[in-house]
């Protein structure tokens, strides 16, 4: 199947495009000498539907952001493979577009030359202007367009990054912990932001976070990725869940408190909670 | 007070404002007082410029009172205005102007030579790990060669012409720029440049959009020193084999025995070489506004 695709005109509610993770496992070569290999992540298979946000959850090191950087290109999978819309990712892909954790501006730029960094090549001037305007208005930061990096706050420089990233017209967009170095309330804020821009420019999102409430207010499908104990090494899907309701949804409702429970137990958090024993508590019995 | 204790917490007992040093182990309030004080005066444009202008003007005096009371002969120390009058002598003979230009002409070209090629080869060495491997050790042998030591050699090769001053500038510049740049290329954020291939620039666009702007501030420190090199090996070409010059009107006045013209041109060359750092170094501070 050739993606010759009407992508051209990918302003398009349409440009969201599907992902599919064959069997994606990962090993680090080892830090030095001839060890084995060591695994991250192995045996992720999982299909993400076109214009779907899904949320992967996981501990810190547990390879999270070592699989959205293999969707986006950056890394490369040692077994498997991804595809996008169809067809296999090799190197940096222009259908994908990446939010760091950090908003990696480059400080010599202004905001706008920031966000026009994202059009893809050949955007031809004019158009490219436009574009990169609505953007920044969209995210909010109209009056901030001629300001430097250094000028801004880091909220608005995480909002730039978004802003930055929607430019390149992705059918996917992958965020990797976008909000993590905000502080709290901020993050909320950012939140609802990202929905109102997923509303005026839809795509599929694949999200990594380590906030469960973040995943829960934000995803159509939460990923948890875990290690197995005493298992194979390296980290795999260990939950997947359908969030149900449609967003923005009330972020203190009880449906969404079972689920966070759930996801919390996965992640290995002791809840302190209202004595409901934990859902694993059969593998991890809570001491005295 | 807080900016006591904020300087405190960086070095215990010490005070630093603008370079000097103050001992806080007594008097506290007192001597922060006079901390911030000096420290609203030395921000000032004009007390910078008069305080600068201090040890040339005392100097200048010392030295007019010296050679007045003839505490040293006038053969080993001629007065400020022996000095001048030469000044004024050679430029009537048309010495003054043919020297001057000659000399900057050879700097200028020198100076463009190795501060390109050092920017290239600065470039290569920086950005990719084999020309690293391939190049560095022997740049870094060549480097440690001193600079006089090439005179000879240059002199068989290129003769006493242009050619043989132009390249041993271009040496003395090349240097600096290539350390400079070659440091600050590898130490470039890791993730701006990822953030660069991440939205799908590579080679010459990634280097042009995100790794030379990085480093133009380094790249500017580097021209400047690049350009006192240059003046260095301008006089050390011209002293050693040359017809013109500032070099050469030195070693001339020397074997005259001019030694009024001597001071001259050493005050010339001081002169020229402060006048064009501080152009290098105006154009440095603009950048730097506008680039962090």
């Known amino acids: 199947m050739t993606t010759t695709a009407p992508r051209q005109n990918a302003r398009d509610v349409s440009r969201a495009v599907s992902i599919d993770f064959d069997g994606v496992g990962r090993a680090f070569a080892p830090e030095r000498g001839s060890g084995a290999a060591r695994p991250v992540l192995r045996d992720i298979d999982l299909h993400v539907e076109p214009g779907e946000v899904v949320a992967i959850l996981g501990t810190s090191g547990c390879g999270k952001s070592t699989l959205l950087r293999i969707t986006a290109g950056l890394d490369a999978a040692s077994a498997g493979r991804v595809r996008i819309d169809g067809s296999p990712v090799s190197g940096i ?71 930055r990233a929607l430019a390149r017209n992705p059918g996917v967009l992958l965020l990797d912990e976008p909000f993590g170095a905000l502080d709290a309330l901020t993050r909320l804020k950012m939140q ?39 298992g194979e090494p390296g980290a795999t899907i260990a939950q997947l869940l359908t969030v149900p309701g449609a967003r923005p949804r009330d972020r203190g409702s009880s449906e969404l408190a079972e689920l966070r429970a759930s996801l919390l137990d996965g992640l290995g958090i002791d809840r302190h909670g209202d004595g409901r024993q934990p859902l694993a508590s059969a593998t991890a019995p809570r001491s005295l | 007070m807080t900016y006591q204790s904020e300087r405190d917490e960086r070095a215990p007992g010490v005070v630093s404002v603008q370079g000097a040093s103050y001992d806080t182990t007594e008097a506290r309030p007192g001597r922060a007082f006079l901390a911030r004080g000096t420290g609203r005066l030395t921000s000032k444009t004009w007390f ?165 702007p990085a480093v133009i501030p380094s790249v500017i420190s580097g021209l400047r020193l690049a350009l006192a090199q240059a003046w260095l090996f301008l006089v050390a070409a011209e002293l050693i084999a040359s017809s013109m010059g500032l070099g050469f009107r030195l070693v001339d006045s020397q074997n005259n025995g001019r030694i009024d013209r001597i001071f001259f041109v050493i005050i010339l060359l001081a002169v020229l070489g402060k006048l064009s750092d501080s152009l290098v170094g105006l154009f440095e501070r603009w950048i730097k506004r506008r680039w962090t």
Do not use: C
């Open chain 1, 93 to 163: 892909d222009a259908r994908t577009a990446v939010g760091f954790q950090e908003p990696r501006l480059l400080p010599w730029r202004t905001v706008h030359d920031n966000v026009a960094l994202g059009l893809p090549r050949g955007t031809p001037r004019s158009e490219g202007a436009v574009r990169v305007e609505k953007l920044i208005d969209l995210v909010g930061l109209g009056e901030f367009a001629g300001h430097r990096p250094r000028e801004i706050s880091g909220g608005m420089a995480q909002r730039a990054s978004l802003a």
């Open chain 2, 48 to 212: 910078v410029l008069v305080a600068g202008a201090i040890l040339p003007i005392l100097a200048l005096t010392t030295w007019t009172l010296v050679s007045a009371n003839d505490l040293v002969p006038s053969s080993r120390l001629p007065s400020p205005a022996d000095v001048w009058f030469a000044g004024v002598d050679l430029a009537e003979r048309g010495l003054l102007a043919s020297d001057v230009a000659i000399s900057v002409q050879r700097v200028l070209l020198g100076f463009g030579i190795g501060a390109a090629l050092g920017l290239s080869v600065g470039a290569i060495v920086g950005l990719s790990r084999i020309g690293d491997i391939l190049l560095s050790p022997s740049l870094a042998a060549l480097r440690a060669v001193p600079s006089l030591a090439w005179v000879p050699l240059l002199i068989l090769w290129f003769k006493i012409g242009e050619d043989s001053k132009v390249i041993l500038i271009a040496i003395g510049a090349f240097f600096p720029v290539y350390t400079t740049v070659s440091a600050a290329l590898r130490h470039v954020d890791r993730q701006l440049v990822e953030a660069g291939r991440a939205f799908g620039l590579g080679g010459p666009r990634l280097f042009a959009t995100v790794q030379l």
């Open chain 1, 192 to 230: 609802d932001l990202l929905l109102d821009i997923l509303s005026a420019e839809p795509t599929t999102v694949l999200l990594v976070t380590h906030d469960v409430d973040e995943a829960l207010q934000l995803a159509d499908r939460v990923v948890l990725l875990a290690r197995d104990e005493g």
